[in-house]
């Protein structure tokens, strides 16, 4: 008796599917929406651009400063708040089969957490490709560097004081002289190639850290052995700061070509933090754009009074992923004012919503975020773009620009205060607007 009662107890298995409509379809009212959704994207990713573009603008430059931070916490915020937990509660449904709310219900933060560990390998994959780009360059100044050093240790002794003495031969121009003057300086002389004359410097102003005072008599003498080698290394080192003195003029090539040997290590280093920037952009864009999509066909289905507050909810989830977006994609410094990248990755951005209500307004009589397909679909989507906002958010954005070395020059005082400020209005926004979308 007790085991019928039992069985008779026992609940029935959950159905997918959220049933009848609740009130009847309005297509021109989800047409205005959807305008209405492509207007709100497009401009607030694009107003970041358009105020660094055209800097006339009665805009004041702290709304950059203040939008790039407030961004990053808006990130964080659409990460934790709307897209995890709503992965969690899509792939553990009662509807869907055991395995995903009974056997394995971790499913999301196991997406989420692949998802962030294959960013990492293509970010490190991309950034040793750089490295040894950067690397091979270097290396070709550090052999031009040791060529001057063999130069230098073959061409001469370093200067002492109270003496004549010569110094070391620069690129194969004669050895340089160095006098003793009546007020007690250093007077350097070398014979200018074109024949025009000599060319004379003052030794101790141009490279005299490089110069060796020697008081005692005694260490003198113990330092002999050591006198070459030192000077030498002292005036390789001194080598780019007295050459423009010490030699006679170059041709444009010449010194454009000496110019290019010295820097490319710099300009290298340039070019990755740019690569850098730009690649932060893309992965933010993709971490949004990636559930996009799905949030516009959950509001072309929707009806009644849930069209309604999804709509308004989305319009702010939508502004202020834009600004964050946007001010983002203004800082990189490497897209010029003619480039079209920044406005098609804006466009990008204000179009992926829409897209996904013009999905749902043809299918809004087939698709239903709430079956199987559209619980796996929807959750499985949230997961990954979760995992690529929030190593986004909080190495990329939120580490780098608060923890880095760089940042505690950047930012400091006042400065850092209301860019923390900042960080958490846009966090406590999202997170409002994350309790309706």
């Keep these: 008796m007790s085991r019928a009662s039992s069985t008779e107890a026992a609940p029935a298995p959950a159905t997918c599917g959220s049933g009848e409509r609740k009130g009847a379809y309005n297509t021109p009212l989800h047409v205005i929406a959807l305008l209405l959704i492509l207007v709100l994207s497009t401009l607030a990713c694009s107003f970041p651009i358009i105020v660094r573009r055209l800097p006339r603008l009665p805009v004041p430059h702290r709304f950059l400063f203040l939008s790039r931070h407030f961004g990053t916490g808006v990130l964080i915020a659409t990460a934790f708040v709307h897209l995890l937990p709503t992965a969690f509660v899509s792939l553990t449904d009662p509807c869907l089969p055991p395995f995903w709310n009974k056997g394995y219900p971790a499913m999301a933060g196991l997406i989420a957490m692949t998802s962030v560990l294959v960013v990492v390998g293509i970010e490190m994959f991309f950034a040793s490709r750089g490295a040894g780009h950067m690397h091979a360059h270097a290396g070709d100044h550090e052999m031009s560097q040791q060529r001057s050093e063999d130069v230098g240790r073959h061409g001469g002794s370093?200067?002492?004081?109270?003496?004549?003495?010569?110094?070391?031969?620069?690129?194969?121009?004669?050895?340089?002289?160095?006098?003793?003057?009546?007020?007690?300086?250093?007077?350097?002389?070398?014979?200018?190639?074109?024949?025009?004359?000599?060319?004379?410097?003052?030794?101790?102003?141009?490279?005299?850290?490089?110069?060796?005072?020697?008081?005692?008599?005694?260490?003198?003498?113990?330092e002999e052995e050591d006198a070459d080698h030192i000077g030498a290394t002292a005036m390789r080192r001194g080598a780019e700061e007295?050459?423009?003195?010490?030699?006679?003029?170059?041709?444009?090539a010449a010194s454009s070509h000496h110019h290019d040997d010295v820097r490319l290590p710099d300009h290298d280093a340039g070019d990755q933090q740019e690569k850098k920037l730009l690649l932060q952009c893309l992965l933010l864009e993709a971490g949004i754009l990636f559930h996009s999509v799905f949030i516009g066909m959950a509001l072309s289905v929707a009806t009644?009074?849930?069209?309604?507050?999804?709509?308004?909810?989305?319009?702010?989830?939508?502004?202020?992923?834009?600004?964050?977006?946007?001010?983002?994609?203004?800082?990189?410094?490497?897209?010029?004012?003619?480039?079209?990248?920044?406005?098609?990755?804006?466009?990008?951005?204000?179009?992926?919503?829409?897209?996904?209500?013009?999905?749902?307004?043809?299918?809004?009589?087939?698709?239903?975020?709430?079956?199987?397909?559209?619980?796996?679909?929807?959750?499985?989507?949230?997961?990954?773009?979760?995992?690529?906002?929030?190593?986004?958010?909080?190495?990329?954005?939120?580490?780098?620009?608060?923890?880095?070395?760089?940042?505690?020059?950047?930012?400091?005082?006042?400065?850092?205060?209301?860019?923390?400020?900042?960080?958490?209005?846009g966090g406590l926004l999202m997170a409002l607007v994350g309790a309706w979308a």
């Excluded at 002289?177 to 102003?205: L, Q």
């Excluded at 007295?242 to 444009?252: A, G, H, V």
């Excluded at 992926?352 to 009589?365: F, S």
């Design 242 to 252: 007295t050459e423009s003195l010490m030699l006679p003029p170059r041709s444009p």
């Design 158 to 222: 370093v200067a002492r004081k109270g003496g004549l003495h010569a110094g070391p031969g620069i690129n194969g121009t004669a050895a340089t002289t160095t006098t003793r003057t009546s007020d007690g300086g250093v007077r350097g002389h070398v014979p200018n190639g074109d024949g025009g004359g000599s060319v004379y410097y003052d030794v101790e102003e141009e490279a005299g850290r490089y110069v060796i005072d020697d008081d005692d008599e005694e260490e003198e003498e113990e």
């Design 304 to 425: 009644g009074t849930s069209f309604i507050v999804l709509l308004v909810a989305i319009s702010f989830h939508q502004t202020f992923e834009g600004l964050a977006l946007g001010s983002r994609i203004a800082g990189i410094p490497s897209l010029r004012p003619t480039s079209l990248k920044p406005w098609l990755m804006a466009l990008a951005y204000g179009t992926t919503t829409p897209i996904g209500q013009a999905i749902g307004l043809l299918v809004h009589n087939l698709y239903d975020p709430a079956s199987q397909m559209g619980l796996l679909t929807v959750g499985i989507t949230n997961a990954v773009s979760s995992g690529l906002l929030l190593f986004a958010g909080l190495v990329e954005l939120l580490a780098e620009d608060f923890l880095s070395d760089k940042s505690y020059v950047v930012l400091r005082g006042r400065k850092r205060l209301e860019a923390c400020a900042a960080v958490a209005a």
